[in-house]
């Protein structure tokens, strides 16, 4: 006979009043967590009790029951009840809604509070999200949704963008096959095709980073902090139609623009636009880029155009910008930290005084006629304009007796403006290198970029020690007048400015050439055109004045420059006269406490990592960030791995060799070479056996005939 399996009897529920119910000592939970009281009670005041508690019969001594109940499970509840009461939103006798248990059932009542708490599954994050998309859905505003459950408005928004990931992706999520955090990463774009691709490309791979989820989402992308951005302004993109990618779980400098093409065409338009205002002034030429080359002036003549004096408006603001600052400073002087409105006060005060220092130039009217003006954009995305330069051609004949120096006499032509096609000048991109482990040479051309980054921060740093730049320019003329050697080293005293033909996109903008830049102008301001007057400046100059500017113009003439050695002699640079460059341009860093580092050099994918060999890229991981970052990356292809190893190497102070600081222990390069032939010596590790460009036909007759 089958036995009648035993039916469980559940526990009654019943209403009683507040005042007859009291909390239990056996109530497991003694440790605040989750949502506050305060929080809980007004929850409780919106939608009401929504969980009863579970609550035990008070007895005497006899055992006998005594109209109070013990609450063992749903302390909080209780207390959230007991906050209402004594704010007197809820009446001392309001029957609360409670589960009465036997109390000789044999239960304890710390195993019905222990189990209340542990057997409840905490709500799937996916599921809170999913709610908040369907109260959204039904009427409610984010800001309702954050009020309802006491949250910040911002943590609603990124649930609902969680929500509104591609649904493949959601359900990989619910199935726990990605993590929260590679989850967030894909809600940087809302393209959930793309999503899903990315998740294919990567859900296999050993390393599926949430940075590598945001990097190959937003890789076709402009960053809002690029200059070009900022130059239209991310408002402008978006008004006629760009959609802007943003990551609203950690801090993304304005997001991603996603359409490059219409940022390129606003560019474009917006330089345009200034160059036709600029050419109603009557110039002949105007070169329009988002950026030039360092030194796009070379071989052009610089007008000395005259400041336009203050207006008394302009004036009476200055002063008055001045004494509001006066007075900002005066009050907190002894303040630890500045209220953050004071601070930001200050700070518009300092930028409204800088922009009065940029005054506008007055040119002769005859100049006009025959100079130009170059249009770009500078680093921070403000509208650099440089007006009056004079090309060689278009110099003012001079006059002979007799002669009107105009051809066929008669008045000039009328100027003609010319407006360039602008053009963004990009690095040659790099072919894939080959899967060979074996550490290259660095090539030519990115020495020669590296060392650029090197001379213009010796010049800046010299310029700085103007003791070191008087022992440089005696060193000069001394080796010239007493050791008459045929090589120039790092320094040329006459003194001759050395250009740089191969630079990369990233040194004009570079802290130390804005560095040279901005004290050559203030220099410009202050030394009399005429040759008469200028000699009696200079003598007039105090002698840190005379030290400092003779640091700057010495300055001019370092170069640390590496070039391919001629072999064959003639034009370029030999071998020992390389070394002896090298090894004089090391001398000047140690004398000056040049770090490149400190300068603002930095590895990126434009500068070199996406220039070397893969070998070279975990060469230098492994350098500056440990062997451990280096294998996060070694399985990547060469692109995506050196964009890693841009991220890797950011904060480390990782140099490549040819930007590294030589000690003097280090320093073997002799300086003088009886007969002054080339001694063979040998070149440093990174170009050693450097073989990247083989001979041509005509140098392998050349290297036969000296032969």
């Not at 009670?41 to 005594?66: K, Y």
């Not at 909080?76 to 809604?97: C, H, S, W």
Request: hydrophobic share 40%; with cysteine.
């Amino acid at each position: 006979m089958a036995t009648a399996v035993q039916k469980i009897t559940l526990s009654s529920s019943r209403d009683i009043p507040f005042n007859k119910l009291a909390l239990s000592q056996s109530n497991v939970r003694r440790v605040k967590a989750g949502v506050s009281i305060e929080d809980l009670a007004s929850s409780i005041t919106r939608r009401g009790l929504i969980q009863s508690l579970s609550v035990f019969p008070v007895v005497d001594a006899e055992g006998n029951e005594t109209g109070m109940f013990e609450v063992p499970a749903g302390g909080r509840r209780f207390r959230a009840l007991e906050m209402l009461v004594k704010q007197k939103r809820l009446a001392k006798i309001a029957p609360v809604p409670c589960v009465v248990r036997e109390r000789d059932s044999g239960i304890l009542a710390e195993e019905v509070s222990l189990a209340e708490n542990i057997e409840r599954a905490p709500l799937h994050p996916l599921d809170q999200f999913r709610a908040f998309q369907d109260m959204r859905d039904k009427g409610m505003s984010e800001e309702e949704i954050a009020a309802a459950f006491f949250v910040p408005a911002q943590v609603v928004k990124q649930r609902l963008r969680l929500a509104s990931a591609s649904p493949a992706l959601l359900d990989v999520y619910a199935e726990d096959g990605m993590t929260l955090e590679q989850l967030m990463a894909f809600t940087v774009s809302n393209d959930h095709a793309r999503q899903e691709q990315v998740w294919e490309a990567i859900k296999d791979a050993w390393s599926k980073e949430p940075y590598q989820i945001r990097r190959m989402l937003t890789e076709t992308t402009v960053r809002a902090s690029d200059k070009r951005a900022v130059f239209v302004g991310v408002e402008a993109y978006e008004a006629v139609g760009g959609v802007t990618m943003r990551d609203l779980f950690q801090s993304d400098d304005g997001g991603w623009l996603q359409d490059p093409a219409l940022l390129d065409r606003l560019v474009a338009e917006k330089l345009k636009a200034t160059a036709e205002a600029i050419a109603a002034e009557g110039w002949k030429w105007i070169e329009v880029a988002v950026s030039f080359p360092y030194d796009a002036t070379r071989g052009l003549r610089e007008l000395q155009g005259e400041p336009l004096d203050l207006s008394t408006e302009e004036q009476a603001t200055i002063e008055a910008l001045n004494a509001e600052y006066q007075k900002l400073e005066a009050e907190y002087e002894g303040a630890d930290e500045l209220p953050d409105d004071v601070d930001q006060r200050l700070g518009e005060i300092e930028t409204a005084l800088a922009a009065f220092e940029t005054r506008p130039v007055r040119f002769e009217a005859d100049d006009i006629p025959r100079a130009g003006v170059f249009i770009s954009i500078a680093h921070d995305g403000s509208l650099d304009i440089d007006r009056g330069y004079v090309r060689a051609e278009d110099e003012a004949p001079i006059e002979i007796e007799g002669e009107t120096g105009v051809e066929g006499g008669g008045d000039p032509a009328e100027p003609v403006v010319q407006r360039a096609v602008i053009t963004i000048g990009g690095q040659p991109t790099e072919p894939e290198d080959d899967e060979d482990d074996a550490i290259k040479p660095l090539p030519d051309r990115l020495v020669t970029e590296l060392t650029a980054h090197r001379t213009l921060a010796l010049r800046n740093a010299l310029a700085g020690h103007p003791h070191v730049a008087m022992t440089a320019l005696l060193h000069k003329l001394v080796s010239d007048t007493f050791q008459h050697r045929m090589y120039k080293g790092a320094m040329e005293a006459s003194v001759s400015h050395v250009f740089f033909p191969v630079q990369d996109d990233a040194l004009k903008d570079s802290p130390s050439a804005r560095a040279v830049h901005e004290r050559h102008e203030a220099w410009a301001g202050d030394i009399p055109a005429k040759d008469d007057a200028l000699w009696d400046w200079l003598a007039a100059l105090d002698d840190t004045s005379r030290m400092a500017l003779l640091a700057h113009c010495v300055s001019y003439g370092v170069n640390a420059l590496y070039e391919k050695p001629n072999p064959y002699g003639g034009n370029g640079v030999s071998q020992h006269g390389l070394d002896m460059r090298l090894g004089q341009a090391d001398r000047l860093a140690r004398a000056t406490g040049l770090d490149m580092v400190d300068v603002g050099w930095r590895p990126t994918v434009g500068n070199y990592l996406g220039r070397v060999t893969k070998p070279r890229i975990l060469q230098a991981v492994r350098e500056g960030a440990g062997e451990q970052a280096a294998q996060l990356i070694d399985h990547l292809k060469k692109g995506d791995m050196a964009k890693e190893a841009e991220r890797l190497l950011a904060d480390s102070g990782w140099l490549p060799e040819p930007l590294r600081l030589v000690t003097e222990t280090e320093a073997a390069t002799p300086e003088t070479q009886t007969g002054g032939e080339d001694d063979g010596a040998a070149l440093p590790d990174f170009l050693a056996g450097d073989d990247e460009e083989a001979p041509s036909e005509d140098e392998e007759q050349h290297l036969a005939a000296a032969e």
